[in-house]
């Protein structure tokens, strides 16, 4: 009954991704002072040029990224291919591997062969590098070209000859993962206006009411709240019959596109939704009646050894500085993390057969398309995974905070990366009915809605640990899903320990994570380095799971406060705007946990609960 009562509650505002920064920082209306107009202006075009180098970052980690994994596999393909075996067998697997790798030239001795195809333009632009890298084969060197362009798209070639045999092999790899990335932290760090007002013909307003503002660039994002112009969402004191919706149907020239309960979403063909909230107001008198809003795409307890443990993943070592700065190698000698913990990621969808995903996912679902598998059709949700639950220690590619910990794909958001607040309430009801016990949000807006919230409730009801970025406008405006009391907000942190320039920041800020040139899983079982307070939030779900391994007797409640208190204190002292309670401890929080230091923050707690139990015998 109580599913079936929230659902009644839930409506449509689209989601933007809160991964990689959302917009540059708002004019305030509050602060109109002309004096100060030079002063805002440059503020606004460093957060931008800030913004585009962070975007230059990310595509230069994740060409770097790319550009080692191919070497790396192309190196184990040579090692691997039998020295008297079918000749080149193991090349055609390799191209289906790595799609990405358009075309490649296998010697050995006297044998030769060729796989996959290119057009006769790109062999042109191509041919200056293939024949590079045959000349460095025959001095016995490996050769990585440097980047080349060619209709638009950007591509690279590399040589390498097996050190104990005769074999070679020439590559040509395109890096549209590049492009991919760009187009990607473009959209999400709000450096173009999105979403695009033509796909779900919205109107944009000033957060907090309905003032119409407009938005000509990525930056105007920053003070602007979304909503599509003919639908409406209403919610009234008994469900209306056929009689009722009839009327409606003749006299707006209504129609029902949602309807769950007492709760409605209509869309109409002559009026816009100012007029029909005034209408509504006046002749029905509901619960409530809002705009339709749309929101942006924002094991076993081991030793308590102090020696870090440093995992074999191939692109650990040199790229994730993110892991060893929040102390997960220490921790990692706590808990690795458990099967039976599950994380919804509540995004676009996952990569189900990424070779560093596998054996991580659980059953999840589509809301954007129950017909179809929770695939992701955009990069974020997989990404978001990746940082959770790469397979750790496996010699292949990053690692992820959890060794066990399971993934529960929940899609909804779509192909643009935007989604209605129905599907987002609806996801997470979905997830929590179906055993997560931590919500991943790497999501939001700065509009609040009662069904959202209602449908959040639910799942904090039902001992849910619900996490959600805050945004990336460089700005103290409270973020929703984020801002609500029932979640932990998180914000982005950079290698030098400072609060990230686009992160979002204020008073409702929990603590604090890693967020800059994050590398994880992407789709085409390829790697990306992307960043935003998207990438911070994950870290945060991850440390919950691995702190309900160590102690499976904590509540929800008692995890969130945990993570708090044992956050290690960033900016001034206690608890601050950038940073919360600080940057997150894996070590400290899990230690706290499982009982093995001597804090008693938990013991009030633990001794209430044991209470509570005994009372029931």
């Known amino acids: 009954m109580r599913r079936n009562k929230l659902l009644g509650f839930l409506f449509t505002f689209a989601l933007v991704l809160f991964a990689i920064p959302l917009a540059s920082p708002a004019l305030r209306p509050w602060h109109p002072a002309p004096s100060r107009v030079p002063n805002v202006q440059s503020a606004a075009k460093k957060e931008v040029m800030y913004k585009q180098q962070t975007v230059q970052r990310d595509m230069e980690a994740t060409e770097r990224l790319s550009r080692s994994q191919v070497a790396r596999d192309v190196h184990h393909l040579l090692l691997k291919e039998p020295a008297n075996g079918k000749s080149g067998s193991s090349v055609e697997a390799l191209l289906k591997t790595h799609p990405e790798i358009l075309y490649a030239e296998w010697t050995r001795g006297n044998q030769h062969k060729k796989v996959g195809s290119i057009d006769k333009g790109l062999d042109k632009a ?16 490996p050769y990585s070209s440097p980047t080349f362009s060619y209709n638009g798209k950007s591509y690279f070639v590399l040589s390498q000859k097996a050190a104990n045999s005769k074999q070679s092999l020439v590559a040509l790899v395109s890096t549209e993962v590049i492009q991919a990335v760009e187009r990607h932290q473009r959209r999400n760090l709000r450096l173009i206006p999105y979403p ?7 109107e944009s307003v000033t957060p907090g009411s309905n003032k119409e503002t407009t938005v000509r660039t990525g930056e105007d994002n920053g003070n602007a709240s979304h909503y599509t112009i003919d639908e409406i969402v209403a919610k009234f004191r008994t469900p209306l019959t056929e009689k009722q919706l009839l009327q409606l149907r003749k006299e ?79 921790g990692w000698n706590v808990t690795k993390g458990s099967k039976d913990v599950i994380v919804a990621v509540v995004d676009t969808g996952v990569q189900s057969d990424h070779p560093d995903l596998k054996g991580r996912l659980v059953k999840g679902t589509n809301i954007v398309d129950p017909s179809s598998p929770p695939d992701d059709d955009v990069g974020h949700g997989t990404h978001v995974a990746g940082i959770i639950a790469a397979e750790v220690n496996n010699n292949e590619g990053v690692a992820g905070m959890t060794w066990f910990t399971k993934i529960m794909p929940v899609k ?123 990438m911070a939030s994950p870290h945060v779900a991850a440390l919950a799971s691995l702190v309900r391994a160590a102690n499976s007797k904590l509540t929800n409640v008692e995890i969130m406060e945990l993570l708090r ?36 923050q938990l013991f009030p707690q633990q001794v209430r609960r044991e209470l509570e139990q005994l009372n029931k015998k």
């Open 126 to 141: 191509a041919k200056p590098y293939l024949s590079k890298a045959h000349s460095s084969l025959r001095q016995g060197t």
């Open 565 to 600: 208190r044992t956050a290690r204190d960033l900016g001034k002292p206690g608890k601050d705007n950038d940073y919360g309670y600080g940057q997150i401890d894996v070590m400290s929080a899990l230690q706290s946990a499982s009982g093995t230091n001597t804090s008693l």
């Open 412 to 534: 909804v958001l779509d192909s643009s990366g935007a989604g209605s607040t129905y599907s987002v309430a609806e996801g997470i009801i979905w997830a929590t009915d179906h055993g997560a016990h931590i919500i991943n949000m790497s999501l939001g807006n700065y509009a609040e809605a009662e069904f959202l919230h209602d449908a959040l409730k639910y799942a904090y009801d039902h001992g849910v640990v619900l996490v959600a970025a805050s945004g990336n406008d460089n700005t103290d405006r409270p973020g929703y899903p984020a801002a609500y009391p029932e979640v932990l907000a998180i914000s982005a942190t950079d290698q030098s320990e400072a609060r990230a320039e686009y992160s979002n920041y204020g008073d409702y800020i929990d603590v604090a994570a890693p967020g800059t040139s994050i590398p994880s899983t992407y789709p085409g079982s390829r790697y990306a380095a992307l960043s935003g307070t998207s």
């Open 196 to 202: 695009p007002e033509g796909r779900y013909r919205i």
């Open 252 to 330: 707006l020239d209504l129609s029902v596109i949602k309807h769950t309960g007492k709760t409605y979403v209509f869309r109409s063909k002559k009026h816009q939704t100012h007029e029909l909230k005034a209408y509504f107001l006046s002749k029905w008198k509901p619960e409530y009646v809002e705009p339709h809003y749309l929101y942006l795409t924002n094991g076993l307890q081991g030793s308590t050894n102090s020696v870090p443990f440093v995992p074999n993943d191939t692109l650990y070592s040199e790229y994730q500085w993110n892991l060893p700065e929040i102390a997960t190698e220490n």
